[in-house]
Each structure stands twice: as C-alpha cells, then as structure tokens.
C-alpha cells in the first residue's frame, strides 16, 4: 500500500503559506529525485518520499495539531471566565464554546492520528472527556470545574509537542 501524499492544512495560523511554499518545493525536489532513482536507486528515497519530505509533513502536522490545541485552550479560557463571572447567565454561549474547543480538539487528533505521540493522544482524548462532562454539567459550578480540567489535560497534551512554539493571537473581542 502507498502513504498518502496528500497534504491537508485545515486551519493553520498564517504563517502556513511559508511552509506550503515549502512543501510545494520540497514536492518538486521528491519528483526531480523519483525520476533519478528509478534509473539508479536513490537511497534516501523511502515510500516515494525523501527524509526531508516526511520531515517537514511530520513539522507542519505538530504545527497545525498545536495550532488547534492552543485554539480550543483559549475557547477554553473563556468560557472559564464567563462562567465565573456571569454564572449562569448565558449558559448557552458557555456550552458553544465549549463544542467549539471540542472542533477544535478532534482536528488536532486528526492530524495527531498519524504520529506516535500516544500520550498526547491521551491527554486530548481525557480533555474532551472533561469537556463532555462540562457540557453535561447542572450547575456553572461543575461547568467551571470541568473546563479547568480540560484546561489543564490541553496544556498537558501541548508540552508534547515540543518548546518553543508559540501563537499570537490579534486583539479583539471575537469568543467565535
């Protein structure tokens, strides 16, 4: 069976159009040396991709999973503050952002799905847990409760992925 060559960038933050150009000129690069092993073997070719092809899909996967995890955390956040601010007054914003983290969540273990990270895999399946419970929650109480732990299984998950790689967002007021 052949891998899929496909790639698929579903939200990342905008500095994914650099990264595209480089896959585009790391696919030319895969195709220039494809055609050269097929006369003469080229051993960096694995899978019909070279090292730095797989490389770079595995860098803009954790990128875009950390993307969405950082996302959904902040989603997160707020429904934190709005709980323990207003109570239950517009529970139901609370509830959609909380299936806003949960969007969120599953395309992170989408794009996690094909990586040998099991304890991330973990740790956001726990958050989701959590948020499920949150939404099944009777009180803004156990509403914020559950959501702090999610909060904290999301931050768990993201240390995973390795230091140093930060999202700014813009300023505003915008929850979706």
């Given at each position: 069976?052949s ?35 097929q006369?003469?073997?080229?051993p960096?070719?694995?899978?019909g991709q ?8 595995a860098t803009v996967?954790i990128?875009?999973a ?6 959904a955390t ?6 934190s503050t709005?709980?323990?601010r207003?109570?239950?007054?517009r529970?139901?914003i609370?509830?959609r952002?909380?299936e806003l ?8 273990l ?5 990586t ?6 973990e ?5 989701k ?8 929650a009777?009180?803004w ?14 931050q768990?998950?993201?240390?995973h992925?390795?230091?140093?790689i930060d999202?700014?967002p813009g300023?505003?007021?915008?929850m979706?």
């Open positions: 069976m891998e899929d060559n496909s790639f698929r960038a579903r939200n990342l933050p905008p500095m994914a159009s650099c990264l595209i150009l480089g896959l585009v000129a790391c696919r030319a690069q895969a195709g220039s040396q494809a055609n050269r092993s006369a003469g073997g080229d960096e070719l694995s899978g070279p090292a730095t092809l797989r490389q770079f899909r996967g990128l875009n950390a993307f969405n995890v950082d996302t902040r989603r997160l956040r707020a429904v709005l709980a323990e207003f109570n239950e007054a529970s139901d609370q509830k952002l909380l983290a949960v969007a969120e969540l599953d395309d992170a989408d794009v996690l799905s094909t040998t990270n099991p304890d991330a895999l740790q956001l399946g726990k958050a847990q959590e948020i499920a419970l949150g939404l099944a009777g009180t109480v156990e509403r914020q409760t559950r959501t702090s732990n999610a909060i904290l299984q999301c768990c998950a993201r240390s992925f390795g230091s140093n999202f700014v300023t505003g007021n915008r979706f």
